[in-house]
């Protein structure tokens, strides 16, 4: 369900004001959200073009640093938006020098736009990481895998003459054990999770604990389901894994919009 489009737009590195844009939504009236934009505050509110309207607020032409305080207020304008709006987000830091710009931007976008709008209607992400405890996963592999038991066995009795080759080989055995674990539970959970949600993502880990770094597209009227069925299978495996669970969000990672920007004359 990603969706793509090149356009180009202007830039001006002069300062002066520019628009902050935030996300694109399906609306053909001016609307404003308050004063919660990124900045200290800044007022909210739509610039329009036919039934498109890009939320937005007035700006210098800086680069904001993504510090914690600025992606939040990006974060908190989209999330307020989506109360009411099926929204297309805007990468953090996406600024336009002119309304006029803005509104090319709606235009030349417009099929592209209204297309995925179209698809993303009325449906939201979460995000699901899955973190395992490799000492319990190891304990379980321990008691249900022949090999590996007899093979700790056979060195714990011999442990003054256990080889070097013998430990190298429960470890080459654990590890492929370990690997298949993961397969099978991140697998076990997608096909849990496939009949309450539209579609998935899985983005790359990070450590060693984590097994399932994932995005989830889901239906509004599925909410419900969708997060009781993740409460049901973190219950289903609590003794070994750990469910780090998010959202609602925009859905982030289901659109993809590549503005490619070239600088004014």
Not at 20 to 39: K, L, M, Q
Not at 230 to 243: G, N, P, R
Request: hydrophobic share 40%; net charge negative.
């Amino acid at each position: 369900m990603t969706a793509a489009e090149s356009v180009t737009a202007s830039t001006d590195p002069a300062t002066g004001d520019g628009k902050y844009v935030y996300c694109i939504i399906r609306n053909d009236r001016s609307r404003e959200f308050g004063e919660i934009g990124i900045g200290s505050g800044a007022r909210v509110y739509t610039v329009n073009h036919k039934d498109l309207a890009a939320v937005v607020s007035d700006t210098p032409i800086v680069i904001y640093d993504p510090t914690r305080e600025n992606v939040l207020a990006h974060e908190f304008v989209n999330e307020t938006v989506m109360r009411e709006f099926t929204l297309i987000p805007m990468s953090f830091g996406t600024i336009f020098r002119s309304e006029n710009d803005v509104q090319s931007l709606l235009n030349s976008t417009y099929r592209a736009f209204t297309d995925v709008l179209e698809k993303m209607k009325d449906k939201i992400e979460f995000g699901l990481k899955i973190l395992w405890d490799r000492d319990k996963v190891v304990a379980s592999l321990e008691r249900d895998n022949d090999e590996i038991r007899r093979l700790k066995d056979e060195i714990t009795r011999n442990a003054a003459s256990s080889t070097y080759f013998a430990r190298m080989q429960l470890g080459r055995l654990v590890e492929a054990a370990m690997e298949e674990a993961s397969n099978r539970y991140v697998n076990d959970i997608h096909e849990q999770l496939k009949d309450v949600s539209v579609a998935s993502r899985s983005n790359k880990v990070i450590g060693d604990r984590m097994i399932l770094n994932a995005a989830f597209l889901v239906e509004r009227k599925d909410e419900r389901s969708f997060d009781e069925k993740v409460k049901a299978i973190s219950l289903q495996y609590e003794d070994l894994l750990t469910f780090k669970y998010t959202g609602p969000w925009p859905p982030y990672n289901f659109v993809n919009i590549k503005l490619k920007l070239e600088k004014a004359p």
